[in-house]
């Protein structure tokens, strides 16, 4: 089933009448009590830019699931309609369950309320609807597909990284947190393919698509580095270790975190005329750990 998609690699719109698989939303259930506030043992900075995707992602998945909810309308092939649909719970799920990270945090000591509430303001004003009407609202949309469609590529990317790595069970990352961060990955790499498949259907145009793709690389990079320094200031341990940005580096250099490289590295690839999601990593992977989550079992 998957050989047909893989082989799939032209940039246009597709029907999905030959794929089999449906992606829907799993309920999953994670028992945050018995993390502690560094889940990575002995590394600190790796801890808060894990801690980024509790933060940060879940008011950019909602800002997601909202534009692709809006986009349905203009939608006609069914299956992608359905896709959207699952992707749109899939996200929303998402959220959720790094609020319930997020919660847990503040209860033991790790102050996020104020930037959560700041980054929520900067998203709706950055990515919401901006209450449009007519051809204006019908421009915005396809703007934030093709800005989405990016994001999702390096969530695909890092989705992969985290499936593949064995660094972070080494080091003794807490099970609940690494489970809640490969399941979110697993589904990433699962719904890889929706957002740009819903963009290329709704626009479809190379310029719009290589523009919206380098802004997505350019306002994700910063993001996670202001967010995580800003995490290591709130940290309140007294044994924080050196500099965090000496820690960043480190941890890039062992393969605790992906690297930030990778914001550059993968534009030429996504910025090919030819590049489809489908090309990317292991799809087997990504149901192979939805199969056996705790999380998803539980
Ligand atoms: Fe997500
Ligand atoms: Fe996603």
Redesign the pocket.
Known sequence: MYGSLMAENSATARSYQEEAHAIHARDVHFDFSTVPLHYIPGEVVATHVVNVMHLV?PEG?RAMAACLAEALPEIADERLREEVTGFVG??SM??GSHEGARAHLQSIGLDVDSYVAKVAWLVDRALGDHGLTGKAKQQWLRERLGLFAGMEHF?AVIGEWLLETSTLDELGMHPTMLDLVRW?GA??VEHRSVVFDAYMHVDGGYARRARTGVLASALLLPLFVVSTAYLYRQDPSPRKGRFWGAQFVSATRRQVIPSFTTFFTEMPRYLSPRFHPSQLGSMDNALRYLAQSPAVRG
Do not use: K, N, R
Request: no cysteine; aromatic share 0%.
């Open positions: 992602l998945e899939q996200e998402h959220a969530t979110h589904e990433e």
